[in-house]
């Protein structure tokens, strides 16, 4: 992957310029200790249709978690919890996420 061979906080990637060292960091996080250290209820709450973090993620999550922690992933919803029949709009979601609504 382009980003991880970076070393700067910002690098052009296919002519746009990026926060690279934001996705570096982001790249190498593991969210299980923080998850684990929850201590109110938690409501996790996906779409079936996010094509950013696997669904199946919620699963994880509620197994991290010691206190109450509740599930839901609806199946035709994306990433940013936008109803989305048929399939997930991989093509256009770049679009779909910097439109209006």
């Known amino acids: 992957m382009v980003i991880k061979a970076t070393d700067g906080d910002t690098a052009r990637i296919q002519l746009v ?3 690279v060292r934001w996705f570096r960091e982001y790249l190498v996080h593991d969210p299980a200790p923080s998850l684990q250290r929850i201590t109110v209820p938690v409501l996790a709450v996906t779409g079936g ?3 950013q973090v696997d669904p199946a993620d919620v699963e994880r999550i509620t197994e ?3 206190a109450p922690c509740t ?3 609806v199946s035709d919803m994306t990433h940013l919890l936008r109803l989305e ?3 997930p709009p991989v093509r256009t979601y770049k679009k779909r996420t910097t439109s209006s609504r």
Do not use: S
């Open 71 to 73: 599930k839901q992933i």
């Open 17 to 19: 310029k990026l926060n």
């Open 49 to 51: 249709k996010d094509i």
């Open 85 to 87: 029949p048929g399939e």
């Open 64 to 66: 991290l978690v010691e």
